[in-house]
């Protein structure tokens, strides 16, 4: 099984509906994020958490919401999708001591808003 | 504001043909400059980290190598299996968590 588990992998949704996409791991790490990737652009980071009671907003936190249901589940929402939101969307795990964040990905999530 | 740039954008090889891809940066200190692979379908997995200049670390036919303004990745006769989109990304001296990612150089090995 991998490391970092996003369901769905697919998803095709219309333009005002709520979506959420999971996500859950196995690598006991505390601090977990959900990136966006769009063609010709870098990850960008939507929503992070350090643990289950630490949630921060990212660079492009506009348009969704995250919750954070123990220390290996991770999701996040679309409240009222739009077709600008639609996007590869990646949760990542990380074990952090003070050094390097190594970041391990989840296979992605690709969402399509009509 | 920290910035990652990657060149060149594509990249097709022949198999065999030995090539680097670049990350250029610029950063409030540096705290680590990352690689990573991503093939199609996929998440990005880490490569390697790199945390000072003069530093340089091998996986097989990838080396990796860091200077005070950009970071190559040599390529030593790559096979098919290297094609795969690859990702350079800074995290700043005084962040503990935020990476900011170039994007990315996909390249192709011919068979």
């Known amino acids: 099984d991998a490391d970092v588990t996003q369901t769905p992998r697919n998803r095709i949704t219309k333009t005002g509906k709520r979506i959420m996409l999971e996500c859950s791991q196995t690598?006991?790490?505390?601090?977990m994020y959900w990136y966006r990737q769009d063609p010709g652009l870098g990850l960008r980071l939507i929503y992070y958490?350090?643990?289950?009671?630490?949630?921060n907003k990212g660079e492009i936190s506009d348009g969704y919401s995250v919750s954070r249901q123990a220390q290996a589940k991770f999701s996040l929402s679309l409240e009222s999708a739009i077709p600008n939101q639609t996007a590869l969307y990646f949760c990542?795990?990380?074990?952090?001591?003070?050094?390097?964040?190594?970041?391990?990905f989840g296979a992605g999530s690709r969402l399509t808003v009509l | 504001e920290d910035q990652v740039t990657q060149s060149p954008e594509a990249l097709r090889l022949q198999e065999g043909e030995s090539s680097s891809l670049n990350c250029s940066y610029t950063?409030?200190?540096?705290?680590?400059l990352f690689w990573y692979r991503q093939d199609p379908g996929k998440g990005p997995e880490f490569l390697f980290t790199?945390?000072?200049a003069g530093e340089e670390k091998e996986k097989e036919r990838l080396k990796a190598t860091l200077t005070k303004k950009e970071s190559f990745l040599h390529i030593t006769a790559p096979k098919p299996e290297d094609s795969a989109t690859y990702l350079c990304?800074?995290?700043?001296?005084?962040?503990?968590?935020?990476?900011?990612f170039g994007k990315g150089t996909l390249l192709t090995v011919n068979p």
């Open positions: 958490s350090f643990d289950v009671k630490d949630i």
């Open positions: 790199l945390y000072s």
């Open positions: 990304a800074v995290q700043a001296g005084g962040s503990n968590y935020k990476l900011t």
């Open positions: 990542a795990t990380s074990d952090f001591h003070g050094g390097a964040n190594v970041l391990t």
């Open positions: 690598k006991g790490h505390d601090r």
């Open positions: 950063v409030s200190g540096l705290r680590g």
